[in-house]
């Protein structure tokens, strides 16, 4: 008992003392609110003498208006007069003049950045002369850089002037608010955390706040009012010209061939239909049109018999706001890409696993099952769209579904070390009453396999299934034996006849020809092996190792074959001739991304290690190179003869775009980089860093060499996003904590405190997410992680973003209106991670993080007809707002 009581006793005091120091604590803040109180009354009253000495005042800084009397100021989320007092009539907190000298870190119209913890301080930076904004309340524990230097006796009383300046302030505030009668009119609600703006009506300022941080963006000299600029949706719009990649990696039932001779397959939320030979498209033809009705990632399909409507299974999935959204079944047609009937909306959990349509009777029922932990087996009819039957399947992964083609009343599921054989029976015919009696697969004397992936349907009416264990068995037909327990109820039972051992490891996929041959694709062995009957080996084929295993296999015309592999890629071929690619893709998070300064190409980088460059002339990987470590950013020098690639170490190196030689190879500090980008004129190399640096290299005119010129340090986070000026001479920078840096590359590397003067820079490039120029492409309530990238337009018209919730939006430019609207496209079943415009602002490429998806995108004027090289949407289909 003394041992159970010993931490009792020793953890009381330890209470005690920790509520002593809180309320401790409480009793500082009350005196301190009681000061604030005490010198909001001091200011109020001093408040006429103020507005006669403004009557004399009438200085400006150059370029702008002559300020309004009284003067219109941000003040956190409310735009109010408050006018200019003398310096040294209050504490330091409230003062509005330029600091004096004792204020080292700032001099007069600058400070050290706009967000984050440096524009926290008393009073946000801004012209000379001019009226600073007040502040929201700043927490004492923020850490302050490029502060003042002062003693440390002197540190606490400093503190208490800023705490009492900022409960002014909101005093002040709430007398302002109080006196107008309502909310503000020209500030934007949102509460604690969310995207708020609001702007001085001088013309100097936007301010908006992110997660309550505030972000100080000082507009330009030739603008003399936010409502001169464009505030309407763009007059371009984007159309999805070709999609990159194949979703084989985890993934079953995703390729088969339609009638008209088109490839159907998916990734993210797009159903491809993909013709090989003929048509517009790169080497050897091919052209592609998309499915575009989902609104999650797509995992399954099914072929009808008539060879023309498809049904595809969507998972679950969030939306914006992380509330689960239903899974879904679409059964949509493949000549019209107009969906038909939507099956099971609020029917499934989770999402839909697999899928098939009957046989026998035309494909007049639709067998599903879903991701619930029971995995649902239920029967639909298509024509109606009502559910006929229903049952717990198995709590085992159930990786593939078909009826019998003899018989629609038999239905094989397959997965985790099962086999089960169901029997329905329809009843009367009226919705739900239709009854499913299941039946175990037995395997006796043969060894139970960990997974079952496939089977197929011979035309005898036995059945194939190949395992984890590389063995292909052949289950065959008996009468039900209704002496043995369990068996009744079945018309008929099936068992084990015949074992043949395929492949060395798993068998992902089977497939029936049209000549009554099966052909079979390995896992570990890669082999492709066609069998005739009595599983007799006729010939085989094996798939290249950077290809892959073999996921799924379709028969197209004559003797050609298309393979779908586990490394994301359809290959076209045959067993005598052997297989080549014509669709490749990415097999892990992509994040870098940029575009070639002449041609029609593009460079993409990212979790898997893979260096690729991409033709978007011929819709093609051009070449691939292995980086042995993950990349996630990447930029052209301008003369496109070689391109640096950022990795997650540190590393960064210089690669030559013709002999994919490494020609550089160099490491700035341990942490990941996670922007490189040369300046216009390609004399420079820029770095940005984890590690809060900007690296800055100077470059040799072919871009092959380059040397350490300096460092860009003065960032309280990592380095999120950097833009070059036109000039060459400068960088803005965007970091962590939502900071704007401004940075004089040429002058030696050196931090720009006075941020106003840059306000009338022109930058080359516009991939920064935080600026004057794009800080209406913000959303209400955003926590400061919502966009991922940003890109302008070369002929600086639109600007797209990529979001967090799978859209890529186009806005106008300079989009500096809050809550700017956008034209929004879907297709990404993840997060949206980078986007760029081709030289020629003709197409904008877009990456997907987890889906490891590429869009290539058509950029359309205004009045400018879709095209038909690949036409994409549908009425149905088309999710573009």
Request: charged share 20%.
């Amino acid at each position: 008992m003394d041992g159970a009581a010993g931490p009792g006793a020793g953890a009381a005091p330890e209470a005690l003392r920790a509520l002593s120091r809180r309320l401790q604590a409480q009793e500082e803040e009350m005196e301190l609110v009681k000061a604030a109180l005490a010198e909001a009354l001091r200011l109020l009253r001093m408040r006429p003498l103020d507005r006669d000495r403004d009557r004399d005042s009438s200085a400006a800084p150059p370029g702008l208006p002559l300020p309004c009397s009284p003067a219109l100021v941000s003040r956190g989320t409310q735009t109010e007069p408050q006018e200019d007092s003398m310096p040294g009539l209050g504490p330091p907190g409230l003062s509005n003049g330029p600091p004096g000298p004792q204020a080292g870190g700032e001099v007069p119209g600058g400070a050290p950045s706009e967000g984050g913890s440096g524009s926290s301080g008393a009073g946000s930076p801004g012209p000379p002369g001019v009226l600073r904004p007040g502040q929201p309340p700043v927490r004492l524990d923020t850490p302050r850089r490029n502060s003042s230097s002062s003693s440390p006796s002197e540190r606490p009383r400093q503190k208490l002037s800023r705490k009492a300046a900022s409960s002014a302030n909101l005093l002040l505030r709430l007398g302002s608010t109080e006196s107008r009668g309502g909310k503000d009119p020209l500030s934007s609600p949102g509460g604690p955390g969310s995207r708020r703006s609001n702007y001085n009506l001088e013309g100097i300022s936007v301010k908006m706040f992110l997660r309550g941080r505030p972000i100080t963006m000082y507009i330009p000299s030739g603008i003399r009012s936010l409502e001169e600029l464009p505030s309407g949706l763009p007059p371009e719009t984007l159309s999805l010209d070709w999609v990159y990649g194949y979703r084989g990696r985890d993934s079953r039932s995703n390729l088969f061939v339609l009638r008209s001779g088109e490839v159907v397959y998916f990734i993210a939320c797009v159903v491809v239909l993909y013709r090989p030979g003929g048509g517009p498209g790169g080497p050897g033809g091919g052209g592609q049109r998309h499915y575009r009705g989902h609104t999650d990632c797509v995992r399954c399909l099914a072929v009808h018999p008539d060879g023309i409507r498809v049904a595809s299974g969507q998972t679950a999935g969030v939306d914006k706001d992380g509330k689960p959204l239903q899974p879904v079944v679409h059964i949509w047609d493949s000549e019209t890409l107009l969906k038909l009937q939507e099956i099971g909306l609020g029917a499934f959990e989770r999402g839909v696993g697999a899928l098939a349509f009957s046989i026998a009777d035309q494909g007049a029922f639709l067998c599903v099952v879903d991701d619930s932990n029971e995995h649902m087996l239920s029967v639909w009819d298509c024509g109606r769209g009502t559910k006929l039957a229903e049952i717990k399947s198995t709590n085992d992964s159930v990786l593939a579904v078909g009826f019998s083609p003899r018989d629609s009343s038999c239905i094989v599921t397959s997965g985790k070390s099962h086999v089960h054989f169901w029997n329905w029976n329809s009843g009367t015919g009226a919705p739900g009453n239709g009854a499913l009696a299941r039946k175990q697969g037995v395997f006796g004397k043969y060894k139970k396999p960990k997974f079952i992936p496939c089977f197929v349907f011979l035309p005898d009416g036995d059945i194939l299934t190949g395992d984890s264990e590389g063995n292909i068995l052949t289950w065959g037909r008996s009468l039900s034996d209704s002496r043995t327990p369990g068996r009744g109820g079945a018309k008929e039972t099936y068992g084990i006849v015949a074992q043949a051992h395929a492949h060395e490891g798993s068998i992902f996929a089977l497939c029936l020809r049209r000549d009554g041959t099966v052909l079979s694709g390995g896992g570990r062995d890669r082999r492709l092996v066609q069998w005739g009957p009595g599983l007799v080996a006729l010939q085989e084929a094996e798939i290249p190792e950077h290809f892959g295993a073999v996921r799924a296999i379709a028969e197209g015309p004559g003797s050609e074959l298309l393979v779908g592999t586990t490394r994301n890629a359809l290959l076209r071929g045959d067993l005598a001739q052997g297989f080549s690619p014509v669709i490749q893709g990415h097999t892990d998070e992509l994040w870098g991304l940029c575009t070639h300064p002449a041609q029609n190409c593009f460079l993409t980088c990212g979790h898997d290690r893979q260096l690729c460059l991409w033709d978007g002339e011929g819709h093609a990987l051009a070449w691939s190179l292995d980086l042995k470590e993950t990349g996630l950013c990447a930029d052209f020098h301008p003369s496109g003869a070689v391109v640096a690639v950022g990795l997650n170490t540190g590393r960064w190196l210089v690669l030559d775009t013709e002999t994919r030689e490494i020609v550089s190879d160099v490491t700035d500090g341990n942490e990941q980089l996670s922007v490189v980008r040369y300046s216009p004129d390609g004399l420079y190399l820029a770095i940005g860093s984890h590690d809060n640096t900007i690296y800055i290299y100077s470059v040799s005119s072919d871009g092959a060499k380059s040397s350490r010129f300096g460092r860009c340090v003065g960032h309280s986070s990592f380095i999120t996003h950097l833009d070059w000026s036109k000039d060459g001479n400068f960088i803005m920078s965007n970091s962590g904590d939502y900071e704007i840096l401004y940075w004089d590359v040429a002058g030696g590397c050196k931090l720009l405190r006075n941020r106003y003067e840059s306000r009338d820079r022109e930058w080359a490039t516009y991939t920064c997410v935080l600026g004057f120029h794009v800080y209406g492409v913000w959303p209400d309530g955003s926590d400061g992680t919502d966009i991922n990238s940003l890109c302008r337009s070369h002929n600086e018209r639109v600007v797209a973003v990529a979001d967090d919730f799978c859209k890529v939006h186009l806005f106008q430019y300079p989009c500096a209106h809050a809550k700017a609207p956008s034209r929004v496209f879907a297709g990404h079943g993840s997060h949206v991670t980078s986007v760029r415009f081709t030289h020629d602002d003709a197409y904008l490429v877009s990456l997907g993080g987890k889906d490891a998806s590429i869009f290539q995108w058509r950029v359309l004027g205004a009045g400018t007809a879709t095209p038909s090289r690949t036409p994409s949407l549908s009425p149905a289909s088309s999710l573009d707002v």
